[in-house]
């Protein structure tokens, strides 16, 4: 059925926390929605029973609001596809379970709503400086490696197009990365100012382990940059191993080798070997995640829904 909104949630272990969001965003879009609105709410597997029996409870107070439990973790991303293949809305907002994202910020999306993608900027960012740092480090990989503008501050609080959704929700991949399968898409994306609440229950499930995965979602199904670097390490290693071979050639012939070199091929051995083994690991590892993916392996298993 056709409506104005679809407000996506990933949920993991945020139990105490989804009502008061659920309450807020009701009051929010109740007045600014006449075509209507939903909740999509996420549950990645939550390793806690509390936080999908309280999306069902939920789910039975509010007519406009549905829960989707994963099979399995997919990460934070596979969720957020989850609900955007759900969704209905002619505009898709994604945001935090944790109130950090506030819902009383709509509007300032919605006002840029002539963009394909507006992305809230924290007017001060209250994850803390090593995640801070971690991300601004992920946003120059996104510039340099996933065509994320210059200047444009990516970040999970955002409003999106439905035809841009629907256009992602094409792409089938185990290993998801939003930020480019979006700037593959499109570039017309801005920024708005909103405010960044404190954490109001539990500690950040996003750990350094869970951002490295991420990055290497980037790095190597979204780029070739990985196997970029070995092939040029290999072309670098063969021009000086070639030039080597014409030294000790010369040598050889003009003026003469008195001793056995077995040092020197030992060393050359070694690292030949060694970079040898490396690409092969690299290709290894593209190669598996190509496996994966024809084999139509989806980003996403939906246990039980509410409705």
Request: charged letters at 20%; hydrophobic letters at 45%; a positive charge.
């Amino acid at each position: 059925m056709p409506m104005d909104y679809s407000v996506i949630i990933p949920v993991y272990n945020s139990s105490r926390s989804l009502p008061e969001l659920t309450a807020r965003i009701h009051a929010q879009l109740q007045g600014m929605a006449p075509g209507g609105f939903e909740i999509i709410m996420v549950d990645d597997a939550s390793p806690d029973e509390a936080s999908w029996e309280t999306i069902k409870t939920l789910a039975a107070e509010y007519p406009f609001l549905k829960g989707y439990r994963l099979l399995r973790n997919e990460g934070k991303n596979g969720a957020l596809i989850c609900g955007m293949d759900h969704a209905g809305g002619d505009y898709l907002i994604l945001m935090d379970d944790d109130l950090q994202h506030r819902p009383e910020d709509f509007p300032a999306l919605m006002a840029e709503a002539a963009h394909d993608l507006v992305i809230a900027r924290f007017a001060e960012n209250k994850n803390g400086i090593v995640k801070d740092r971690l991300s601004r480090l992920k946003g120059k990989l996104d510039e340099r490696f996933a065509g994320k503008p210059r200047g444009l501050r990516f970040g999970p609080f955002m409003m999106i197009k439905k035809e841009i959704a629907k256009e992602l929700c094409k792409v089938r991949t185990p290993f998801p990365y939003l930020p480019a399968m979006l700037f593959s898409l499109t570039r017309d994306a801005v920024n708005v100012r909103v405010a960044h609440d404190n954490r109001k229950h539990g500690s950040s499930q996003f750990t350094l382990y869970k951002m490295l995965k991420l990055m290497s979602n980037l790095l190597i199904n979204q780029t070739s940059v990985m196997l970029r670097s070995v092939s040029m390490a290999g072309v670098g290693l063969s021009i000086i191993s070639l030039l080597l071979a014409l030294y000790f050639l010369y040598k050889k012939l003009f003026v003469g080798i008195h001793v056995a070199g077995w040092t020197t091929l030992v060393v050359l051995l070694l690292l030949i070997g060694g970079i040898t083994l490396f690409s092969l690991g690299i290709i290894g590892e593209y190669l598996l995640r190509i496996i994966k993916t024809l084999e139509h392996r989806a980003a996403y298993v939906i246990r039980e829904e509410t409705a």
